[in-house]
């Protein structure tokens, strides 16, 4: 008995120093919660993922605080999406002295333009929201698979194998997307929601998505904005309207009010939900995304 005791604890003893000597994780820091998410994904056992706007929070409107400084600061690497999401990171990567890479996941998708919306602005403004199309997903996966390789040549194989394994989830979800809108004839495909986050999901897919606020939360959606989705509303017969976790739900609610219609629930645009709500990976988020727009669909 003792003996074995014995055994056990030296068992015990070196399973914990395998453990603290080798399991030491790199530390990468991703913008916000959706990307920090894919990059879990690529990077799985072999990187430590912290996210600066986490689930249900809002990165158009966030302002750092001392411990993002810090996060940024440990970090080996940080992954941002661009297209102009993160209007906020330059300074604060200066401001915690990170000197690692910066990538951005997002490059080589192609750019979304659209007219600008603020009533003042002039000419075309990029979307940040390429992630709402699985397809460019897959360039992140590439982007961010590279970066970690360059950081971290000894988890090549790891890495590439982890992108294989998921770029084939993301195929497999747009395939599944695809077949959810196909029973839907054109001229009912049309979705409100209140701020202007799914151009690429709906130019993908072929859905019209109106919202009366812009590209971002920021902008202030004008009253005569309002007052003509509300015109839309009623003369297409548009049955739904959707909150959104990471918004403020006032204008939607309003807007739901004075055209008459159903506020279908919440979509996720920006943002993964917590631990245990609806939204937990971007695989779940676009699913659930995709089940409610179709549920709204029906009712057109
Ligand atoms: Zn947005």
Do not use: C
């Not at 990307?35 to 689930?55: F, H, K």
């Not at 090549?156 to 395939?175: F, G, H, I, P, W």
């Amino acid at each position: 008995m003792r003996r074995y005791l014995f055994g056990m604890v030296a068992v015990l003893a070196l399973g914990w120093q395998g453990l603290a000597f080798g399991a030491e994780k790199i530390p990468v820091v991703a913008s916000f919660s959706i990307l920090g998410d894919i990059v879990s994904n690529v990077g799985g056992e072999r990187i430590a993922v912290s996210t600066l706007v986490g689930p249900d929070q809002d990165a158009h409107v966030f302002e750092p605080r001392p411990a993002d400084v810090a996060k940024v600061s440990r970090a080996k690497l940080v992954v941002i999406n661009g297209l102009g999401f993160e209007g906020w990171m330059a300074r604060l990567a200066k401001s915690s002295g990170y000197k690692g890479p910066l990538v951005v996941a997002s490059t080589g998708v192609k750019p979304r333009q659209m007219a600008s919306e603020d009533g003042h602005g002039h000419g075309e403004q990029i979307d940040p929201h390429a992630w709402q199309d699985p397809t460019n997903v897959i360039e992140y996966v590439k982007n961010i698979t590279e970066a970690l390789v360059r950081l971290d040549p000894a988890g090549e194989a790891e890495y590439r194998n982890n992108a294989m394994k998921y770029t084939v989830q993301l195929q497999a979800l747009d395939a599944w997307v695809r077949a959810q809108y196909a029973r839907f004839p054109a001229e009912k495909r049309r979705i409100i929601t209140s701020h202007d986050a799914f151009g690429y999901h709906g130019a993908h897919y072929g859905i019209e998505f109106l919202a009366p606020q812009g590209m971002s939360t920021e902008s202030e959606a004008s009253a005569k904005d309002v007052a003509r989705l509300v015109q839309q509303i009623r003369r297409e017969k548009i049955k739904a309207v959707f909150m959104e976790n990471m918004s403020n739900p006032k204008l939607i609610q309003q807007l739901s009010k004075d055209a008459g219609v159903t506020l279908a629930g919440e979509l996720y645009p920006d943002a993964l939900s917590k631990e245990n709500g609806p939204a937990k990976t971007y695989l779940i988020l676009i699913r659930h995304n995709v089940e409610e727009i179709v549920a709204a669909l029906g009712r057109n």
